[in-house]
C-alpha cells in the first residue's frame, strides 16, 4: 500500500502511468483494492498530495508523493445486486439484473397456470370470435400469457397509432375475463398501454402514450395496488353513506417506491400537490418494494361503464368519492379489472369525459361519458418473476 496508515499488500489501481494520458486529478490517483468476502471488494482512492507538477517516477520514495486517502468505494460481482438494489436505490440496478431476480425454477413456465385463460363461462359482454382467433394465433408463438401480453404492449407503444389492432385484441381478453368478486393483499403493476380519447385524440394520435413514453416513464414510480380491509364505519364515512359493505369491499391504494433520486424528486411533487400520501412501514417496505401508499380507491364487484363491454361484471376500483382527495385527472378514474388467468388481472382505466359534472354514485353512468384512457396489468408474485424475466415493463418494477 502506498497509504502510511496501511502497511499491508493490495491490488492496486494505478492511473498515474504518463502514456496512460490521465487529467488532473486522475494522474494523481492510486486506487487499493482488498477482498472482505467472496466476490466483494473495499477499495480506498490515494491521491498524492506532494510533487504534483513533477512527471511520475516509479522509483521515486512513496513518502515523496505524500499520498493521502480520499475515501472508499465498493466493487462487487453479480451475486451482490440484489443486496446492494435494497441498499443502495440510487444505484438504480434493475430488478431483473443478474443476482436480483431468481431465474423460474425449472420446469415452471410449463405449469398450466402459466398457459391457461380463464374466462367467464357465459356471455357476459360483446365477443368478437374473429378476433379471439387472431389472440389464439398469437398464443401460439407464446411460452406463457404473459409473453403475449408483452409483446401486445411492445406492439402497442412501438407505434403512435390509437386505432392499433392490438387495442382490439386486449379488450377482447377483458371482454372475456372473469369479474372477480374480491382482492385482497398486494398486486404487482406493468403497464399494457396508454390510449387516447375525447380531446387528447387528434388525427388518430395516441398521443397520451406518446407524452407518456417521451418523459413521465422516466419518472413512474408506480409498482401496483394494495387492496386492504375497511371497516363498514369507514366506508359510510369515506362514501356519505352510500356503500354499506353489503358485498366484500376494499380499501384499495397504488403504491410508490421513493428510494432513487428521481423517485424522492416525484415524492416531493406529489407533497407540493397535496397528494394524500400514507408511508408504510419498515418491514412491508423491505418485503414488497415500495414505500408509499397514495390515490386511494373504492374496491368492490361492479358493473362496467365501458361502451365496449357494457353491464359486464368487472372488480371496480373507484377514484371518484370526494373524500379520497384524488387530485385531477384521477378524480374522474374508475378502474375495471378482470381475471384472465390464475393470479394475472387485466385492467381498464375509464376516465369521465363529462368532467363539470358532479359526481354522484345513484346517477346513470351513461351520463358521465367515461372512456377508455388505457389498459394495465395486475399480478402475483409468481407472475411477476415472469415478468422480471422477460423483461416487461421494468420501469414500474
Not at 380507491?297 to 379520497?324: E, H, M, T
Request: hydrophobic share 40%; charged share 25%.
Amino acid at each position: 500500500s502506498m497509504n502510511r496508515n496501511t502497511d499491508r499488500e493490495v491490488f492496486s489501481l494505478n492511473y498515474r502511468w504518463k502514456n496512460l494520458k490521465n487529467i488532473p486529478p486522475l494522474r494523481w490517483l492510486i486506487d487499493e483494492l482488498v477482498q472482505i468476502a467472496d466476490g466483494l471488494y473495499l477499495g480506498q482512492l490515494l491521491f498524492a498530495t506532494d510533487k504534483l507538477f513533477d512527471e511520475y517516477d516509479p522509483a521515486c520514495p512513496v513518502a515523496d508523493y505524500a499520498y493521502q486517502n480520499f475515501g472508499y468505494f465498493l466493487l462487487f460481482d453479480e451475486r451482490w445486486n440484489g443486496e446492494a438494489r435494497r441498499l443502495f436505490p440510487f444505484l438504480e440496478i434493475p430488478e431483473n439484473a443478474p443476482g436480483v431476480a431468481a431465474a423460474p425454477a425449472a420446469g415452471m413456465l410449463e405449469r398450466s397456470k402459466f398457459s391457461t385463460f380463464t374466462f367467464e363461462e357465459e356471455e357476459c359482454a360483446p365477443l368478437n370470435e374473429s378476433v379471439f382467433q387472431a389472440v389464439l394465433a398469437d398464443f401460439k408463438n407464446s411460452p406463457t400469457i404473459l409473453h403475449l401480453l408483452k409483446y401486445y404492449s411492445d406492439s402497442l407503444q412501438g407505434t403512435m397509432d390509437n386505432n392499433s389492432p392490438f387495442f382490439l385484441k386486449v379488450q377482447e381478453l377483458f371482454n372475456r375475463g372473469i369479474g372477480i368478486t374480491d382482492m385482497e393483499g398486494y398486486y404487482r403493476g406493468a403497464l399494457v398501454s396508454w390510449h387516447s380519447e375525447g380531446i387528447f385524440k387528434l388525427f388518430d394520435v395516441n398521443t397520451i402514450s406518446m407524452a407518456y413514453n417521451g418523459l413521465a416513464v422516466k419518472f413512474s414510480t408506480w409498482t401496483g395496488k394494495a387492496f386492504d380491509a375497511i371497516s363498514r364505519e369507514r366506508l359510510g364515512e369515506i362514501t356519505d353513506g352510500f356503500e354499506k359493505g353489503e358485498v366484500p369491499t376494499r380499501w384499495g391504494s397504488n403504491t410508490q417506491a421513493l428510494r432513487t433520486f428521481k423517485e424522492k424528486f416525484v415524492g416531493k411533487l406529489t407533497e407540493i400537490a397535496r397528494v394524500w400520501n400514507e408511508p408504510v412501514d419498515y418491514e412491508e417496505a423491505q418485503r414488497n418494494g415500495y414505500d408509499v401508499k397514495n390515490f386511494f380507491f373504492i374496491a368492490r364487484q361492479g358493473c362496467s361503464v365501458s361502451r365496449a363491454c357494457p353491464g359486464k361484471p368487472i372488480y371496480q376500483l373507484n377514484y371518484r368519492w370526494p373524500k379520497l382527495r384524488t387530485i385531477i385527472p384521477d378524480c374522474y378514474c374508475i378502474d375495471e379489472l378482470v381475471q384472465i388467468a390464475e393470479g394475472l388481472y387485466i385492467g381498464q382505466l375509464m376516465y369521465a369525459t363529462k368532467v363539470f359534472l358532479p359526481y354522484d354514485p345513484a346517477a346513470d353512468p351513461a351520463l358521465y361519458e367515461y372512456r377508455n384512457f388505457g389498459f394495465f396489468l395486475l399480478m402475483d408474485e409468481e407472475w411477476h418473476q415472469i415478468r422480471l424475466q422477460i423483461g416487461y415493463d421494468l420501469s414500474n418494477a
